[in-house]
């Protein structure tokens, strides 16, 4: 299984790259009022209005410093109705991948928890990242359902 690998606050997490369509640098954001704070805004991708999920904020509390290697990590997924969709997910130092090959899709947790199982890779820590908890979470918020296409 091939990682992608991303920062916040010192620490290192990984998300399955098997439904990352691709990795862009930081655009301008339409800011969604009244949205929870890690939805830090929308924009538009192949012809879909797509949430983006502040990574950062929603784990540590902070938003993502803009910063060079600040990036939004594009996920495909399909929705309940079949559609195919999107969501963005920003993360700083998004640099680097990690493959795993003996590694196992995360299982769903019991309690729908985006923050999975922690591994050992040579001196570091790495924590992984359910996608799917983040992306029931998002379609939850009224208004900004996710970029179908």
């Not at 090959?101 to 199982?117: C, H, K, V």
Request: hydrophobic content about 40%.
């Amino acid at each position: 299984m091939l990682l992608l690998l991303f920062h916040i606050a010192g620490d290192i997490y990984a998300i399955d790259s098997t439904h990352i369509v691709e990795v862009l640098p930081l655009v301008l954001l339409r800011k969604i009022h009244q949205a929870p704070k890690h939805i830090t805004g929308v924009f538009q991708y192949r012809n879909c209005i797509v949430p983006v999920v502040d990574l950062c904020q929603l784990i540590q509390g902070e938003p993502c410093r803009s910063r060079y290697s600040t990036r939004i990590m594009m996920l495909h997924y399909t929705t309940k109705k079949g559609n195919r969709a999107y969501v963005g997910l920003l993360a700083e130092r998004v640099t680097e991948t990690l493959d795993q090959p003996d590694l196992m899709p995360s299982a769903q947790s019991d309690n729908g928890s985006y923050l999975g199982e922690v591994l050992m890779h040579e001196q570091d820590m790495i924590q992984r990242l359910r996608w799917e908890a983040l992306v029931s979470d998002v379609q939850n918020v009224a208004l900004i359902g996710g970029g179908t296409g």
